[in-house]
T-cell receptor, first 111, second 114 residues
Framework: QQQVKQSPQSLIVQKGGISIINCAYENTAFDYFPWYQQFPGKGPALLIAIRPDVSEKKEGRFTISFNKSAKQFSLHIMDSQPGDSATYFCAASQNDYKLSFGAGTTVTVRA | EAQVTQNPRYLITVTGKKLTVTCSQNMNHEYMSWYRQDPGLGLRQIYYSMNVEVTDKGDVPEGYKVSRKEKRNFPLILESPSPNQTSLYFC????WGTGPSEQYFGPGTRLTVT
């Protein structure tokens, strides 16, 4: 049973557009929500992370929005570029404990 | 260069033939973990270790063994591989006990069991 549900499974966006990936969780004890980016043939790498005491975190073109009451968080990729084409995983953990990953979203940015 | 290495990168084997996938990190991390990645299921944790001689089961431990005799190494052992263990495997490491920290992943091992 997946503790973090991620959608959509895949998305296609035009260059310059906005990509949005959503995740939902049930365990209210989760206190750390990272996003990992994975390119083909590579291992995942940390992209951006948020703690539940803030509602939004922005790093460059990547923004996490966090809604604690709805138990949802999302990744927004602004001004999407072909180099952003990758698989994105949301994840959650509690008390520095193990990460539970979502199923992943494959993003394709068309030039 | 700080990194997690895995060997082999690709492996084709037959049912029942014991195999070991090695994992090594050079960042002096306490925490190490093994995941398998399957389409539509994301990354699922197999085993993890919070330090030398301390290991515990993750979400899908059946059919796997691990050991942590040295801080830098965390091998994954399949005593009797079966076709349902065909998957992409990742080793990861991170700091432990200092708050949430980035997990560093290895390049992956693609295993096929026929």
């Amino acid at each position: 049973q997946q503790q973090v549900k991620q959608s959509p499974q895949s998305l296609i966006v035009q260059k310059g557009g906005i990509s949005i990936i959503n995740c939902a969780y049930e365990n209210t004890a989760f206190d750390y929500f990272p996003w990992y980016q994975q390119f083909p043939g590579k291992g995942p790498a940390l992209l951006i992370a948020i703690r539940p005491d803030v509602s939004e975190k922005k790093e460059g073109r990547f923004t996490i929005s966090f809604n604690k009451s709805a138990k949802q968080f999302s990744l927004h990729i602004m001004d999407s570029q072909p180099g952003d084409s990758a698989t994105y995983f949301c994840a959650a953990s509690q008390n520095d404990y193990k990460l539970s990953f979502g199923a992943g979203t494959t993003v394709t940015v068309r030039a | 260069e700080a990194q997690v290495t895995q060997n082999p990168r690709y492996l084709i084997t037959v049912t029942g033939k014991k195999l070991t996938v090695t994992c090594s990190q050079n960042m002096n991390h306490e925490y190490m973990s093994w995941y398998r990645q399957d389409p539509g299921l994301g990354l699922r944790q197999i085993y993890y270790s919070m330090n030398v001689e301390v290991t515990d089961k993750g979400d899908v431990p059946e059919g796997y063994k691990v050991s942590r005799k040295e801080k830098r190494n965390f091998p994954l052992i399949l005593e009797s591989p079966s076709p349902n263990q065909t998957s992409l495997y990742f080793c990861a490491s991170s700091l432990w006990g200092t708050g949430p920290s980035e997990q560093y992943f290895g390049p992956g091992t693609r295993l096929t069991v026929t």
